[in-house]
């Protein structure tokens, strides 16, 4: 249980920095996000697309952040043979993934436009799943 544990939190660290990738080196606003600007007749022009570029970087900056905490700690915690780092990085991505996955949720119920929502709650999956096989 322990190498599916591991592969599951890595997998999860890989989804982060894939969510990370696709804000730093996509467009901006993203497409969701210019979707609902649209669906509300607000024109994307003017600072809007500098302004959602610096709401990309940031957003990328913190997910990187997010994978590199989950998988350093991950990988840590299976060579030391410690759960601190464990439940530290199953604390990072609650913190994290919850209430971003929840805020993207409630937009897209509002907006009707798809948003991220699934992906967020999903990783948040892969790490409490990976987190539990390590301690059966």
Do not use: C
């Amino acid at each position: 249980m322990q190498i599916l544990s591991l592969i599951l939190l890595l997998a999860a660290a890989f989804g982060v920095f894939i969510l990370a990738m696709k804000y730093l080196l996509g467009p901006a606003p993203a497409g969701y996000h210019a979707e609902i600007l649209k669906a509300d007749n607000i024109e994307i022009t003017g600072i809007l697309p500098t302004l959602f570029r610096a709401i990309n970087v940031v957003f990328a900056s913190s997910f990187l952040a997010i994978s590199f905490a989950i998988a350093s700690l991950s990988w840590y915690a299976f060579q030391s043979l410690l759960q601190w780092p464990l439940v530290i990085a199953v604390v990072v991505a609650l913190l994290a993934g919850l209430p971003s996955a929840e805020i993207a949720r409630r937009m897209e119920q509002k907006s009707n436009v798809r948003t991220p929502w699934r992906m967020g709650y999903a990783l948040v999956l892969l790490v409490t799943l990976g987190f539990i096989l390590a301690h059966i």
